[in-house]
């Protein structure tokens, strides 16, 4: 089956404009994730939906970043006024709730941000 | 705080070598264990994970790591490496009390000497 789709697969913006970002998460996972990984360093966590709620923003690093998820699948990760700290990749996982594998997460190939 | 902590950055090995990444958690309670790999240009892909039991875990493309609780590490190791195993390794945790987000290490960069 089809695996954790995102796009753009590349965004090159400008500074102070607002950009989306897309997640298409695996079938019937119901907990999905955004992490940030900048340039050399690891993953940070931003956000984390179980269905269409989000019970876990403690990661997203300022009012200027949101994120939400609709019919239990897609799910858009907005930022507003982008800074140019904010280029980086952006990865999207999801997994399923279901029995021993509920913590794995599957990831998507990211959407590498570069904020000119 | 909660952290992982990998305190390799950079390792390199000779093809055919064996190999040990070290990774040591900081938790009051037992985690979940998982290493990822991500190779240049691709997303991260789960070479093994602990929850509970037998503590070597065995993983996909010859890898293992064995969870020591007392010394609150899960170190992953394969007795030969090859060279397409050259990418970037993070270990992560999540708690069992949660499972709202796992908690990466900074990844430890694997080059491979011919």
């Known amino acids: 089956g089809a695996g954790v789709s995102q796009s753009p697969s590349n965004k090159v913006t400008e500074k102070g404009k607002d950009v989306e970002l897309r997640c298409d998460p695996i079938?019937?996972?119901?907990?999905l994730y955004w992490y940030r990984q900048r340039l050399g360093q690891g993953l940070e966590f931003l956000i984390y939906f179980q269905g269409n709620s989000a019970p876990d923003k403690s990661g997203l690093p300022s009012d200027r970043f949101s994120a939400e998820r609709t019919g239990e699948s897609v799910s858009t990760l907005t930022i507003q006024r982008t800074q140019q700290e904010d280029s980086a990749v952006y990865l999207c996982?999801?997994?399923?709730?279901?029995?021993?594998?509920?913590?794995?997460?599957?990831f998507g190939p990211g959407t590498r941000l570069t904020v000119t | 705080a909660q952290s992982v902590t990998q305190p390799d950055i950079h390792i390199t090995v000779s093809e055919g070598a064996s190999l040990e990444l070290r990774c040591n958690y900081s938790y009051g309670a037992t985690p979940y264990l998982f290493w990822y790999v991500q190779s240049p240009g691709q997303g991260l892909q789960l070479l093994l994970k602990?929850?509970?039991?037998?503590?070597l875990v065995q993983g996909i493309k010859g890898f293992e790591a064995e969870f020591k609780r007392s010394q609150s590490s899960f170190n992953l190791r394969k007795p030969s490496v090859h060279w397409s195993d050259a990418a970037e390794y993070f270990c992560a945790v999540v708690l069992y009390s949660s499972a709202s987000k796992i908690i990466f290490g900074s990844g430890t960069r694997l080059s491979i000497r011919p």
């Open positions: 602990y929850f509970s039991g037998d503590t």
């Open positions: 996982a999801s997994s399923s709730r279901k029995g021993g594998s509920s913590y794995e997460q599957y």
């Open positions: 079938s019937g996972h119901t907990a």
